[in-house]
């Protein structure tokens, strides 16, 4: 019997000429419209966000239930302009079903940014991105180079509004080839006790960023 081979979704950017790095996400990942979310008022990319919210509000009821699904959606934007600002340039929700519990759903945000640093070595700059502040660091050997992977538990301010008190965000810290610059892959959840889980999951897709195009052989 011979295995099936795994399928794999194409985002339009990974054929961008100004791409420098390549990831590749489990299934269950959505990825999020950050140009639209975060785009100037008037813009193209607004009125298509205004298409997309103005149905979900459309289906919400008047009063309370409305109001708050606009205070929501208000929050997120304003989260997502903050990830923008810091360099964020990918941004996917995880919706994934709690095999190993209750069967609920779990869920996740992804982000992959980049942040410029000092020039040195690949192998220095990855530990000193996760010596402060970092539980659990782990320093791994992967196949775009070296790498750090730490964990980061927070408080929820009560004004966002999100029905947890603690999120347990994951940090992958992979410096770039050119030593000027370096990736952070950043997994976070509000189901700490699912740590082992999305480590894992953090560290498989940290496992298969590369610096180098992988569709160089396949595209024309």
């Known amino acids: 019997m011979t295995e099936d081979q795994p399928a794999y979704l194409l985002s339009d950017s990974a054929t961008a000429p100004d791409r420098d790095a390549w990831f590749a996400l489990p299934a269950g990942f959505t990825t999020l419209p950050l140009d639209a979310l975060t785009a100037p008022a008037e813009s193209p990319d607004t009125a298509r ?39 964020t340039v990918h941004c996917s929700l995880g919706l994934h079903r709690d095999d190993d519990g209750d069967g609920r759903v779990l869920t996740s945000l992804f982000t992959f940014r980049w942040q410029d640093i000092s020039h040195a070595p690949r192998h220095l700059t990855a530990a000193r991105a996760v010596a ?7 320093v791994l050997d992967l196949p775009c ?21 603690r999120l347990l965000q994951l940090h992958a810290y992979l410096p770039h080839p050119d030593g000027d610059r370096l990736v952070v892959l950043t997994l976070t959840t509000p189901t700490p006790n699912r740590r ?18 992988p569709l160089a052989h396949v595209q024309t």
């Open 196 to 213: 082992a889980h999305y480590r894992a999951m953090l560290r498989d897709v940290a496992e298969h960023v590369s610096f180098e195009n």
């Open 49 to 87: 966000l205004r298409e997309v919210v103005g149905g979900t509000l459309d289906a919400a009821p008047e009063g309370v239930a409305r109001q708050q699904l606009i205070g929501q959606l208000a929050t997120a934007q304003r989260m997502l302009l903050a990830l923008r600002e810091e360099g």
């Open 132 to 138: 402060a502040g970092h539980d659990r660091i782990e």
């Open 145 to 165: 180079g070296p790498a750090a992977l730490g964990e980061v538990t927070m408080g929820v301010a009560p004004d966002l509004g999100l029905p947890v008190e």
